[in-house]
Nanobody, 124 residues
Framework: VQLVESGGGSVQAGSSLRLSCIAS????????MGWFRQAAGKEREGVAV???????RYSGSVQGRFTISRGNDKNTLYLQMDRLEADDTAMYYC????????????????????WGQGTQVTVS
């Protein structure tokens, strides 16, 4: 499975961006897909995940501002980011795994087998 992100950029605080991630290869069994981010000098953290049945989970810092969704084919992942803040500046990564999203541990990077190369989001 290959994951390719796009949609990052440099924006002002309060703006919106929409990230996309396209999965290719053997994607039929991708159940959990999500977005993680890593700011300079910090560990990678979970932002939001979505299961094939559309159940979503968000980190507290983005709840109410970001919306994760999947395309109808289930192989395209989106992250609509509204009211962006300077603290949202990071490299954003798409991740996927064949298991269902973990209810309690979804933010653990160890649970995801497939990763994209990342797309940079800078908010000033």
């Amino acid at each position: 499975v290959q994951l390719v992100e796009s949609g990052g950029g440099s924006v002002q605080a309060g703006s919106s961006l929409r990230l996309s991630c396209i999965a290719s290869g053997y994607t039929q069994s991708n159940r959990c897909m999500g977005w993680f981010r890593q700011a300079a000098g910090k560990e990678r953290e979970g932002v939001a995940v979505i299961d094939r049945d559309e159940i979503t989970r968000y980190s507290g810092s983005v709840q109410g501002r970001f919306t994760i969704s999947r395309g109808n084919d289930k192989n395209t992942l989106y992250l609509q980011m509204d009211r962006l803040e300077a603290d949202d500046t990071a490299m954003y990564y798409c991740a996927a795994d064949r298991a269902h999203c973990s209810d309690r541990l979804w933010q653990s990077t160890e649970l995801y087998t497939f990763w994209g190369q990342g797309t940079q989001v800078t908010v000033s």
